[in-house]
């Protein structure tokens, strides 16, 4: 996709009605977001934001590569201490790897760095999310098979 496709898409995406619309190619992922929602802007060229984006749009920019997908972690959604992990993307979340295998993570797990925690599934994609840091899961914040935005609260954890 060139500069010229993408700043049509973008024009086109301003005329219609769609909430979010997120577009992924050989290596090339971009997500528009419309006004009205909360999403913010996610472009994924496994390296840095396009050139043609402004500063600021780089900086709101998610640059990560497919292996290695962070976690957004926020302390201050929670009143009992915990740290939320949130959505790293915009898909289905899934608590297993499998409709009849147990899940990654319960109530009360303790898990180390890299270990998995959750699969978020965007366009047939099974992205597996891996604990940045060891933490005890307090809470899980989201059904499994539920769609999540990205910034969607997933897990709240304290630190290990």
Do not use: H
């Not at 060229?45 to 990560?64: D, G, I, R």
């Not at 409709?99 to 270990?115: H, L, N």
């Amino acid at each position: 996709m060139n500069q010229k496709q993408i700043f049509e898409l973008m024009e086109k995406f301003k005329e219609c009605k769609l909430e979010n619309l997120i577009i992924e190619s050989e290596g090339f992922k971009i997500s528009l977001r419309n006004g009205r929602s909360n999403l913010a802007p996610l472009v994924d060229q496994n390296t840095t934001a396009p050139a043609y984006l402004s500063e600021n749009q780089q900086t709101n920019t998610v640059s990560k590569s497919k292996a290695t997908l962070g976690l957004e972690i926020s302390s201050e959604d929670s009143a009992s201490n915990g740290e939320i992990i949130r959505a790293p993307i915009v898909g289905s979340f899934y608590r297993s790897p499998g409709p009849d295998s147990p899940p990654f993570v319960e109530e009360g797990s303790v898990v180390g760095v890299g270990e998995p925690i959750c699969i978020i599934e965007a366009m047939k994609i099974m992205n597996k999310l891996e604990a940045e840091f060891s933490c005890e899961i307090i809470r899980i914040l989201a059904e499994s098979g539920q769609m999540v935005e990205y910034g969607a609260p997933l897990f709240e954890v304290r630190r290990a």
